[in-house]
């Protein structure tokens, strides 16, 4: 691939809202909203939103060119069995080290050299060991806590005779779906020079994350997930690879407040979200993206 290693660090905040919606589902807890129940914020785990960007670049990459398409692959992608991708990759490194077979999957694959993974599952020693990838994420958390509610559905068909029969014909089947009325969502994020150079993370695949970022909700919609929207990312670039201030102190710099102390937020239009430009540490750029 011919684009250059990233040689600055970044550290990132990305908002995020959603509107009569499940942003995240808990499985423990009935598919409910995330939530701290200490708080009643919401969370929405760092994985849902990985997934999201292997998503979108899965689907970006076909409009690549095709010099470059092949490098931009998804190792954990749906329905995927990674063994057998493991063990083709491999074979296609020559079948003689874990190395050679680890240097491969980062060359390929796009989320293994922007996440990381763990490729030591592989049978028959075909394994690729471990990739700690460029880029981590926290759990997304809402602003204020939210509140989640309960909906009977009605769908005018079942699924069986049997049903059919015990209904004497009338053929509804009930369920439930669990949204919030509003939240918006906070994310912290960090990308490493230093491990980029190992995975060899490069300043094209650190726009396509910026821009799957951006643009990833909208090649996601679901009725259960309600209206979600990318809000605002605030970059933090650094003019050195280690960085010039410590990630904490840059996203003090950030404040988000309701316009209206009293009413429960229902839009983004609700907030306001400032940056104390006066206190920047020096060695650092703020990018500001939508």
């Given at each position: 691939?011919?684009?250059?290693?990233?040689?600055?660090?970044?550290?990132?905040?990305?908002?995020?809202?959603?509107?009569?919606?499940?942003?995240?589902?808990?499985?423990?807890?009935?598919?409910?909203?995330?939530?701290?129940?200490?708080?009643?914020?919401?969370?929405?785990?760092?994985?849902?939103?990985?997934?999201?960007?292997?998503?979108?670049?899965?689907?970006?990459?076909?409009?690549?060119?095709?010099?470059?398409?092949?490098?931009?692959?998804?190792?954990?992608?749906?329905?995927?069995?990674?063994?057998?991708?493991?063990?083709?990759?491999?074979?296609?490194?020559?079948?003689?080290?874990?190395?050679?077979?680890?240097?491969?999957?980062?060359?390929?694959?796009?989320?293994?050299?922007?996440?990381?993974?763990?490729?030591?599952?592989?049978?028959?020693?075909?394994?690729?060991?471990?990739?700690?990838?460029?880029v981590q994420l926290t759990f997304s958390r809402s602003i204020d806590a939210?509140?989640?509610?309960?909906?009977?559905?009605?769908?005018?068909?079942?699924?069986?005779?049997?049903?059919?029969?015990?209904q004497k014909g009338d053929n509804r089947t009930m369920g439930r779906k669990?949204?919030?009325?509003?939240?918006?969502?906070?994310?912290?994020?960090?990308?490493?020079?230093?491990?980029?150079?190992?995975?060899?993370?490069?300043?094209?695949?650190?726009?396509?994350l910026w821009q799957a970022l951006q643009n990833m909700f909208d090649i996601?919609?679901?009725?259960?997930?309600?209206?979600?929207?990318?809000?605002?990312?605030?970059?933090?670039?650094?003019?050195?690879?280690?960085?010039?201030?410590?990630?904490?102190?840059?996203?003090?710099?950030?404040?988000?407040?309701?316009?209206?102390?009293?009413?429960?937020?229902?839009?983004?239009?609700?907030?306001?979200?400032?940056?104390?430009?006066?206190?920047?540490?020096?060695?650092?750029?703020?990018?500001?993206?939508?």
């Amino acid at each position: 691939m011919e684009s250059p290693i990233i040689s600055n660090r970044y550290d990132f905040l990305f908002f995020f809202d959603v509107q009569d919606g499940n942003p995240n589902g808990d499985p423990d807890a009935g598919n409910l909203p995330r939530v701290d129940y200490e708080t009643s914020q919401g969370l929405v785990t760092d994985v849902c939103l990985k997934r999201k960007v292997r998503n979108y670049v899965e689907l970006a990459r076909e409009e690549f060119d095709e010099a470059i398409r092949p490098y931009y692959k998804i190792f954990i992608r749906e329905k995927a069995i990674l063994n057998q991708t493991i063990a083709d990759e491999y074979d296609a490194a020559g079948g003689t080290s874990v190395e050679a077979a680890r240097d491969r999957m980062c060359q390929y694959y796009y989320d293994v050299r922007t996440f990381g993974a763990v490729m030591s599952t592989g049978e028959k020693g075909k394994n690729a060991g471990q990739v700690k990838g460029a880029v981590q994420l926290t759990f997304s958390r809402s602003i204020d806590a939210i509140f989640s509610s309960e909906h009977t559905i009605t769908r005018m068909a079942v699924a069986t005779d049997k049903e059919s029969q015990a209904q004497k014909g009338d053929n509804r089947t009930m369920g439930r779906k669990a949204t919030i009325p509003y939240g918006l969502y906070r994310t912290q994020g960090f990308v490493s020079a230093a491990l980029a150079q190992d995975t060899k993370f490069s300043e094209r695949d650190l726009e396509l994350l910026w821009q799957a970022l951006q643009n990833m909700f909208d090649i996601d919609r679901s009725a259960a997930r309600g209206l979600m929207s990318a809000r605002k990312l605030i970059i933090f670039k650094h003019d050195s690879k280690l960085g010039n201030a410590p990630a904490h102190k840059l996203f003090d710099l950030v404040k988000v407040e309701k316009r209206n102390p009293e009413s429960a937020p229902r839009s983004f239009d609700d907030y306001s979200i400032t940056i104390d430009k006066t206190q920047l540490p020096k060695g650092i750029e703020i990018i500001e993206l939508l």
